[in-house]
């Protein structure tokens, strides 16, 4: 396996940011269990693209961040992230051209970003259920807590991230030191 440089390079520094939108964003709202960090998602989605094991690092990265400066329900919401970044960096993998086409990157954008509201409500389901870990952050009931907030508020923020992301890797590609890190389809017209 050759070891290529400038991907183990990159991959540090989205896991560096990753790790650091968490711990220093000044745009954070926290509506228990839910959060919103203004980016948090946008290295992931860089990583995404990129490779499947930049997207692994890099997400776990991101939830190491969150554990270092969230309540535990949000940062473990945070590890779920993992699930999306390697479902969606395999698909572009085996589709490396669908970035190009806006309609299926949308669809895309909002299929991961299904995936990543299930993962996260499922991981606060059992914080609402048990009163002793929820202190009190459920008092709006279920369907605003966990449905509202946490779901369909995860599917938007994913959506505006990976568009946010989307603009960074379009200006990126332009670069040959970054296109040279895709796989070889695909990635000059981003």
């Given at each position: ?21 968490p711990l220093f964003s000044p745009i954070r709202i926290l509506l228990?269990?839910a959060s919103f960090t203004l980016a948090s998602h946008v290295p ?45 960096a395999f698909y572009l993998q085996k589709v490396p051209d669908l ?92």
């Amino acid at each position: 396996m050759r070891l290529n440089i400038q991907k183990v390079c990159v991959s540090a520094l989205l896991v560096a940011i990753g790790l650091m939108i968490p711990l220093f964003s000044p745009i954070r709202i926290l509506l228990d269990p839910a959060s919103f960090t203004l980016a948090s998602h946008v290295p992931i989605f860089i990583a995404m693209i990129i490779s499947p094991g930049t997207a692994a690092a890099v997400a776990l990265g991101s939830a190491l961040g969150f554990f270092l400066s969230f309540p535990i329900v949000v940062a473990m919401r945070a590890a779920t992230h993992l699930i999306f970044a390697l479902i969606g960096a395999f698909y572009l993998q085996k589709v490396p051209d669908l970035l190009q086409h806006p309609l299926q990157t949308r669809l895309f954008s909002l299929v991961i970003g299904l995936i990543h509201a299930a993962a996260e409500v499922a991981v606060v389901i059992p914080f609402y259920f048990n009163n002793n870990l929820s202190a009190g952050f459920y008092d709006k009931g279920f369907l605003i807590s966990v449905v509202l907030l946490v779901g369909v508020g995860s599917v938007i923020h994913s959506m505006v991230d990976f568009e946010i992301a989307l603009v960074i890797v379009k200006v990126l590609s332009k670069q040959r030191s970054f296109s040279a890190l895709r796989p070889a389809q695909g990635h000059q017209h981003l």
